[in-house]
């Protein structure tokens, strides 16, 4: 079948490879009708994510029709339309069992470089490297998808093949940050960054009851269009200085609730980039964290923040003295959508959260490569690239 394929560092090729089987009883194969970039394909299509080899398939978000079940599948059927978390769970570890399936113990059949890395390995996820199980990607015809009865769920008749895509992870993503960064109702919540993943936060805060939320970026037709579709009050960084407007926007206290959905890649102005951008190509730092470390700064005092952005080592200048004396409460995570799908498909259904809009720009997978230069570059107005195989 044909793929897109990591070629080297901020290289991709359409390559053909063998087609996927089913290898163990709870496998299905999956033919993709959709498969959408996301930013952290950027991070490792920049080499910031150890372990990848040239031929690996990349994607891991995606939705499409079950074509053949293994005999331990039990909630799909072939011709089923199912949308897949990117994230594989078992079902059945203590990880899983606990809603935190993106931690699950069993699927990442690598885990030595993530356990000398953190301590502990997370789980498998489709096309995200060796450190991470390895898995072929879904930016290709046909997708093996393990533990298939936990992975994929049905798409409701009333949400659309292109929206569909995005509960792969954009939306159970966003509503994972605002969920376990705590959200309450009359919160004000700032969300760094106004790409898919920034949105569907701001999106979940809404619906969680936040009286207010502001989205950060400084890319025009992002901020329009997070104001446009979702609804959110906007701040533009290359204007303005964020903690002093978020400061002056709350009434002098600061946001509740702060989600950085930026991560290792962050842009920012001045001393600050320069000095970790040279920190990162000399490989002292690994991420680049200045909306992690505005985000921590602006919280209000008690408040939390939550790193929904990818980060994959360690960082520099973190402000420690300000989380620790102002009682900051900080998380982050890959996302659990097993927890979360059958509540936010259902939401979608009801037209609560929409996402097609995201898909600004959809192509063959033959234009792949073309995709993701637009995607990267943010080239004309470009949030998404998704790709029909
Ligand atoms: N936790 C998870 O499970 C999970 C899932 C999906 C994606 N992610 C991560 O979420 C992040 C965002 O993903 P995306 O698809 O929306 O990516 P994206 O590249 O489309 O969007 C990132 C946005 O951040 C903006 N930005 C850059 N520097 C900024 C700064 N200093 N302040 C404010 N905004 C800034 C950019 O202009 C861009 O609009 C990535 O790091 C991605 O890896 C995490
Ligand atoms: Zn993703
Ligand atoms: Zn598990």
């Not at 996402?355 to 230069?373: F, K, N, Q, V």
Request: aromatic share 8%; charged share 20%.
């Amino acid at each position: 079948m044909k793929a897109l394929c990591w070629q080297g560092v901020n290289k991709l090729g359409v390559e053909r490879v063998p087609d996927p089987r089913i290898q163990n009883a709870h496998d299905m194969i999956v033919k993709v009708r959709y498969t959408t970039s996301c930013g952290s394909d950027l991070h490792l299509l920049g080499g910031y994510i150890p372990a990848m080899e040239a031929g690996d398939v990349i994607g891991h978000e995606f939705m499409g029709e079950v074509v053949e079940i293994g005999p331990q599948v039990t909630r799909h059927q072939v011709g089923d339309r199912v949308v897949v978390v990117s994230f594989i769970g078992c079902g059945t570890c203590w990880y899983c069992d606990n809603d935190l399936w993106s931690l699950c113990d069993n699927t990442n059949t690598n885990p030595g470089i993530t356990q000398a890395l953190w301590g502990y390995e997370p789980g498998g996820i489709f096309g995200y490297s060796h450190a991470m199980g390895g898995f072929m990607g879904s930016h290709a015809e046909y997708v093996r998808v393990p533990f298939a009865d936990h992975g994929a769920f049905t798409v409701p008749e009333q949400v659309d093949d292109l929206s569909a895509v995005f509960a792969s992870d954009g939306v159970p993503t966003g509503w994972m940050g605002a969920h376990l960064g705590g959200v309450e109702p009359g919160d004000t919540v700032a969300v760094w960054g106004a790409g898919g993943v920034g949105q569907m936060a701001a999106r979940a805060a809404t619906l969680l009851g936040a009286e207010q939320v502001i989205v950060i970026d400084r890319l025009p037709e992002r901020l329009a269009m997070t104001a446009t579709h979702i609804g959110a009050e906007t701040l533009d960084y290359s204007r303005t200085d964020v903690g002093a407007e978020l400061r002056e926007r709350t009434g002098g206290r600061g946001p509740d609730v702060c989600i950085e959905a930026v991560g290792q890649e962050a842009h920012t102005y001045g001393p600050e980039y320069l000095y970790d951008k040279v920190k990162q190509q000399l490989r002292l730092e690994n991420d680049r964290p200045p909306a992690i470390r505005e985000a921590i700064m602006a919280c209000r005092k008690g408040g939390s923040v939550f790193s929904l952005g990818v980060f994959a080592g360690l960082v520099d200048k973190f402000p420690l003295g300000a989380l620790m004396n102002k009682g900051l409460t900080l998380r982050g995570a890959q996302q659990h959508g097993q927890r979360y799908l059958p509540m936010l498909l259902d939401r979608m259904a009801r037209g609560e959260i929409t996402t097609s809009h995201l898909a600004t720009h959809i192509m063959s997978l033959d234009e792949g490569p073309r995709g993701y230069d637009i995607f990267k570059n943010k080239q004309d107005g470009c949030v998404r690239s998704v790709f029909q195989p």
